[in-house]
T-cell receptor, first 114, second 114 residues
Framework: GAVVSQHPSRVICKSGTSVKIECRSL??????MFWYRQFPKQSLMLMAT?????????EQGVEKDKFLINHASLTLSTLTVTSAHPEDSSFYICSARSLGQAQYFGAGTRLSVL | GQQVMQIPQYQHVQEGEDFTTYCNSS?????IQWYKQRPGGHPVFLIQLVKSGEVKKQKRLTFQFGEAKKNSSLHITATQTTDVGTYFCAGPNAGGTSYGKLTFGQGTILTVHP
């Protein structure tokens, strides 16, 4: 149980384009999902908390107009990187919280902006 | 704000040797969680400890939660090459509006030489 699917796994795009990443909880309902960014050999940096039916809560320093989050249903949250630039290249990972405190992570999306 | 410190940052061992990573929180935690991330992969939930002084075992892995619920450790006995990866501890953020947010330690990158 507690499977989280994240798509796509890898994106290569031109500077200025927008990229949408989907995160789905496959076998449970997740009222809360989280979006992280991870740089090589570093820890997970929380970007925002996504709550179903309400606006996402962004961490300090994260531009909400740059990283649009939509949590349309109990099983789907999306992160859109708008007008992506090379400095946005990174590994983006979503997680979903089940009934307990543990978080279950998607496989991650490696974004490369040329 | 809450900080979770983890040491060491890197650990290189010969296969068969033991390994321990330590986690310290600046605040008392309601629980502590451990995750493993294989190279190129995503974090996978290993275990959650809740009680003061709790010790849990998973085969060769032993997890311990301190009496004061501010520190924890993960010990691996007789490491194998399959143990390679980054081990993260994480503690829930305090506060009623935290929505289950976790603060992750920096992680310990374990390398096992055959």
């Amino acid at each position: 149980g507690a499977v989280v699917s994240q798509h796509p796994s890898r994106v290569i795009c031109k500077s200025g384009t927008s990229v949408k990443i989907e995160c789905r909880s496959l076998d449970f309902q997740a009222t809360t999902m989280f979006w992280y960014r991870q740089f090589p050999k570093q820890s997970l940096m929380l970007m925002a908390t996504s709550n179903e039916g309400s606006k996402a809560t962004y961490e300090q320093g994260v531009e909400k107009d740059k990283f649009l989050i939509n949590h349309a249903s109990l099983t789907l949250s999306t992160l859109t990187v708008t007008s992506a630039h090379p400095e946005d290249s990174s590994f983006y990972i979503c997680s979903a919280r089940s009934l307990g405190q543990a978080q279950y992570f998607g496989a991650g999306t490696r974004l490369s902006v040329l | 704000g809450q900080q979770v410190m983890q040491i060491p940052q890197y650990q290189h061992v010969q296969e068969g040797e033991d390994f321990t990573t330590y986690c310290n929180s600046s605040t008392t935690l309601s629980n502590i969680q451990w995750y493993k991330q294989r190279p190129g992969g995503h974090p996978v939930f290993l275990i959650q400890l809740v009680k003061s002084g709790e010790v849990k075992k998973q085969k060769r892995l032993t997890f311990q939660f301190g009496e004061a619920k501010k520190n924890s450790s993960l010990h691996i006995t007789a490491t194998q090459t399959t143990d390679v990866g980054t081990y993260f501890c994480a503690g829930p953020n305090a506060g009623g509006t935290s929505y289950g947010k976790l603060t992750f330690g920096q992680g310990t990158i374990l390398t096992v030489h055959p």
